[in-house]
Antibody
Framework: QVQLVQSGAEVKKPGASVKVSCKAS????????ISWVRQAPGQGLEWMGW????????NYAQKLQGRVTMTTDTSTSTAYMELRSLRSDDTAVYYC?????????????WGQGTLVTVSS | SYELTQPPSVSVSPGQTARITCSGD??????AYWYQQKPGQAPVLVIY???ERPSGIPERFSGSSSGTTVTLTISGVQAEDEADYYC???????????FGGGTKLTVL
């Protein structure tokens, strides 16, 4: 069965960076993409960006351009999302989700979420 | 930046039909998708490509599209359907994803 298992909760200080991992199993990793979605406390879902696990192509949300980097390691079927220069409003649950390999589309399987707390 | 607009809340009694709308200028060109999210859980895909239902999703969930508006319809609403519902699509270029603000469905 398809599973996406994310790394554990993080607490970071403002200005620091965080890197969240998402290990995929149960499907051919390089046949799909991964999108990252976050949800601030009590707020809605926000699409952050997409990466093709096939060729590493990425598309990022405009508001995060320059602060976010998404990568994959095909040898371990793991996707990573790094967010730099953290601010308090980056406090959120971060989800990875399986997507198409060609472009951002829809998300049929989701990870369990990783809480990132940014606090001094 | 591109936006999808949903009503903040919809309320229905058990057994009635709930309709949740989502509006966006690029919807005639891009497919829409719908997710259900219950408190403390990850979202679940309930409709893809405007009107297709993933396996395991009850038949009471359906989707439709007309111009710049897509609609999620839940027929014969049950108490377990109480949740937040999000529409999702892409911008006109198809390169950037976007979510609607979400609609809280309350079953009275």
């Amino acid at each position: 069965q398809v599973q996406l298992v994310q790394s554990g909760a993080e607490v970071k200080k403002p200005g620091a960076s965080v890197k969240v991992s998402c290990k995929a199993s149960g499907y051919t990793f390089t046949s799909y993409g991964i999108s990252w979605v976050r949800q601030a406390p009590g707020q809605g879902l926000e699409w952050m960006g997409w990466i093709s696990a096939y060729n590493g192509n990425t598309n990022y949300a405009q508001k995060l351009q320059g602060r976010v980097t998404m990568t994959t390691d095909t040898s371990t079927s793991t996707a990573y999302m790094e967010l730099r220069s953290l601010r308090s409003d980056d406090t959120a649950v971060y989800y990875c989700a399986r997507d198409l390999d060609s472009s951002p589309s829809y998300f049929d399987y989701w990870g369990q979420g990783t809480l990132v707390t940014v606090s001094s | 930046s591109y936006e999808l607009t949903q009503p903040p809340s919809v309320s229905v009694s058990p057994g009635q039909t709930a309709r949740i709308t989502c509006s966006g200028d690029a919807l005639p060109k891009q497919y829409a998708y719908w997710y259900q999210q219950k408190p403390g859980q990850a979202p679940v895909l309930v409709i893809y490509k405007d009107s297709e239902r993933p396996s395991g999703i009850p038949e009471r969930f359906s989707g439709s599209s007309s111009g710049t508006t897509v609609t999620l319809t839940i027929s014969g609403v049950q108490a377990e359907d109480e949740a937040d519902y999000y529409c999702q699509s892409a911008d006109s270029s198809g390169t950037l994803g976007v979510f609607g603000g979400g609609t809280k469905l309350t079953v009275l």
